[in-house]
Nanobody, 123 residues
Framework: QVQLAESGGGSVQAGGSLRLSCAAS???????MGWFRQAPGKEREFVAA????????EYADSVKGRFTISGDNAKNTVSLQMTSLKPEDTAMYYC?????????????????WGQGTQVTVSS
């Protein structure tokens, strides 16, 4: 059984930093691992993704330049370094893994999801 476990969430003041980590167990391989977030009353939104073929990364415009995704394909782990945090970054952050490269920013194609870790940024 595949399980994704996120860690590293918490509360921080605006301008601060947090590092989220995600570890996948029972996962034999993945092609893409990514981070999504969902704030109360809002739809889930894409944050960042890592495609293992060439360790290419992509980011939502709202986090570009502030967040950095990194990971280890062999270990099926992915992290999200978040800096210059803003109150609008407050959300539940979810890790996801896809077995194909068709995984999209809308979340389609991701096969496995974690339970989420809360990030709260106060002004």
């Amino acid at each position: 059984q595949v399980q994704l476990a996120e860690s590293g969430g918490g509360s921080v003041q605006a301008g601060g930093s947090l590092r989220l980590s995600c570890a996948a167990s029972g996962l034999t391989f993945s092609r893409v691992m990514g981070w999504f977030r969902q704030a109360p009353g809002k739809e889930r939104e894409f944050v960042a993704a890592m495609r293992w073929s060439a360790y290419t990364t992509e980011y939502a415009d709202s986090v570009k330049g502030r967040f950095t995704i990194s990971g280890d394909n062999a270990k099926n782990t992915v992290s999200l370094q978040m800096t210059s945090l803003k109150p609008e970054d407050t959300a539940m952050y979810y890790c996801a893994a896809a077995r194909t490269y068709s995984a999209s920013r809308r979340g389609f194609g991701y096969d496995y999801w974690g339970q989420g870790t809360q990030v709260t940024v106060s002004s």
